[in-house]
Each structure stands twice: as structure tokens, then as C-alpha cells.
């Protein structure tokens, strides 16, 4: 077998470990920037390249970027005294593209998880609790995922961040804009029905 093969091979197998990209999809991907190896291919790949050669985690927050500090914490502006606290990079750039908050964040990296042996210490809490002391942080927004996991870990941050006497406060929970209720389940109801307020 000539090494081409091979090499493409192993670009399909490396492509089919990405989220959302099965064997299949990874094929198709793989066959499309073949197709396009000058315009899409090599730009791809020189831009992977330097991604991988330059990113770090932020050193403040937990985000990534190319330097130490992101633009986010790095930008006065952003000092509101507000944190934002996300399970991970994606959750982050989620809130920025709904662009409501502007306040600065902290990702975790994951959430607490007896099953999994993920502790306090494998995930940046302690970094937490030290940034609201620090840093004179008024209020912490706890934007973690709706799940036993998220919020186990939302419960020991405020018992963590107890003494501190910050505000802490979660993102509503409940009804989706556009949502119907015959096609919620029964705990986005009864979360609905907590967060109701007056009309």
C-alpha cells in the first residue's frame, strides 16, 4: 500500500474524533478539502498549525487565546465586579455571542462528578474563590448546565464562596422563548413555575 492512502486514512480517523463527525461525515470532509487542497486544504492546515503552535488558557478566567491574558480580561470596561461562572470555553462563547453580559467569567473546566473522580481540585474553584477576594467581585452568576453534575457544583461554590458575603445568583431556568408546554418535560416546567414573577 502506497503511504498516501495511509496518510489520508489517518486524516479520516483523526477527523471522526471530532464532535458531531462519525466515519461517514469524516469521509465526506475529508474528500471535500482533497477537492480543495490550495483554497481550502492547505489554509486549513498552515491555520491548525499555528492555533496549536499559540493558544493558551487565559490566566485570569480559564478562556483561550493567543496571550496571557484574553481581550475579555484585559478590557477595563469589563471590570463590573461582576463574574460570570461557565463549565467550559464553549459556555463562554455562548454568552458572548448573545452579548447581554459584560461583565468578565471564570470556566471551570468541567463540573463536579463523584463518578468521574472530579474533585474541587481538578477544576478551577479554588481559583474562584480566590478571585472574588481579590478582585473585590460584587456578585457571581453561577451559568451552569441544568443537570444533577452542574448543580452539585453551582451548590458548592455558594457554600464555598459562603464567608466571602458575595452575591451570588444561576441563570433563570424554565420556559425557552418560543417553547411550547406540551413539548417540555416535567422539570423545565416545575423550574418555570419557581422563576414565575409578576406580569
Known amino acids: 500500500m502506497s503511504q498516501g492512502p495511509r496518510d489520508i486514512e489517518l486524516l479520516i480517523d483523526l477527523m471522526a474524533r ?4 462519525g466515519p461517514r ?10 477537492r480543495k487542497r490550495e483554497g481550502l486544504m492547505a489554509p486549513l492546515a498552515q491555520a491548525m498549525a499555528s492555533v496549536a503552535l499559540n493558544v493558551r488558557d487565559c490566566q485570569t478566567c480559564g478562556n483561550v487565546g493567543t496571550e496571557e491574558v484574553c481581550p475579555i480580561c484585559a478590557d477595563p470596561r469589563r471590570a463590573t465586579g461582576q463574574i460570570c461562572v461557565v463549565e467550559d470555553v464553549a459556555d463562554l462563547w455562548a454568552m458572548e455571542r448573545g452579548g447581554a453580559f459584560r461583565g468578565r467569567y471564570h470556566v471551570l473546566g468541567g463540573t463536579l462528578s463523584a463518578l468521574d473522580a472530579v474533585g474541587p481540585e481538578e477544576l478551577r474553584i479554588p481559583d474562584l474563590v480566590a ?43 424554565g420556559v425557552p422563548i418560543g417553547g411550547e408546554l406540551d413539548y417540555l418535560d416535567d422539570g423545565t416546567i416545575g423550574a418555570a413555575l419557581r422563576a414565575r414573577r409578576r406580569v
Open 131 to 173: 478571585r472574588v477576594r481579590m478582585e473585590g467581585v460584587s456578585e457571581v452568576i453561577l451559568a451552569l448546565n441544568a443537570t444533577v453534575d452542574g448543580q452539585t457544583t453551582a451548590h458548592y461554590i455558594a457554600d464555598a464562596l459562603g464567608p466571602s458575603g458575595v452575591e451570588i445568583s444561576t441563570l433563570a431556568q
Open 25 to 34: 461525515s469524516a469521509r465526506r470532509a475529508v474528500l471535500a478539502l482533497l
Open 18 to 21: 471530532l464532535p458531531g463527525l
